[in-house]
């Protein structure tokens, strides 16, 4: 259980701009994990460290955490079911160009989970947070939204843009994520 309650706070850690902390977190959880070397505790703990040296710009640690990740499921009797995992996942694939690395990971569209990552691999990331959104996964889905600004924005697709950006600042105000705040007014003067 400790190693989930540290991947989670990381999330909290970076969307408030302590990369310090969140980087400490997900390195305690990945050990305690390789430690007990249980399937059900490792393969969240790794896509959770994937996720946060990607947002921090180690991507030789994102890209190392995947390696280890594929080679964990390849390993496993059973296919994993995924959970929010997947999605960070799918986002760590796309930051460092990877896609085509999702079907190492054995997704498929049985969970909402999976269908949102299937989404962002696919570059359809406005339903991606759509599918989260339904499920009320409020964090992942304004990750999402700020993804989709972002490409939107570069796209200059501004208008639409505008309606991701609003919605994903919307979140991230009420939660006081500074960092996520900053990250998207950056985005404010060419989505509106």
């Not at 694939?93 to 909402?112: K, Q």
């Not at 200059?156 to 990250?183: D, M, P």
Request: with cysteine; proline share 4%; charged share 25%.
């Amino acid at each position: 259980m400790q190693t989930t309650c540290r991947s989670y706070r990381s999330l909290v850690r970076l969307a408030r701009g302590d990369q310090p902390g969140a980087v400490d977190d997900v390195e305690a959880g990945a050990a305690q994990s390789r430690a007990i070397r249980d399937p059900q505790d490792m393969v969240p703990a790794l896509a959770f460290r994937a996720f946060c040296a990607a947002r921090t710009g180690d991507l030789a640690v994102a890209s190392a955490s995947l390696e280890e990740l594929i080679e964990l499921i390849a390993a496993l009797e059973q296919p994993e079911r995924y959970g929010p995992p997947v999605v960070l996942i799918a986002d760590v694939l796309v930051d460092l160009g990877r896609e085509s690395d999702i079907g190492a990971f054995g997704v498929n569209h049985e969970t909402p989970w999976e269908r949102a990552a299937l989404a962002l691999i696919g570059g359809d990331v406005v339903r991606a947070a759509d599918e989260l959104s339904a499920i009320g996964a409020r964090a992942f889905e304004a990750g999402s939204r700020l993804r989709a600004a972002r490409m939107l924005r570069e796209a200059k697709r501004n208008t639409e843009a505008g309606a991701q950006l609003a919605q994903a600042l919307a979140f991230y105000r009420s939660v006081g994520a500074s960092a996520a705040i900053r990250e998207g007014e950056e985005l404010l003067p060419a989505a509106s």
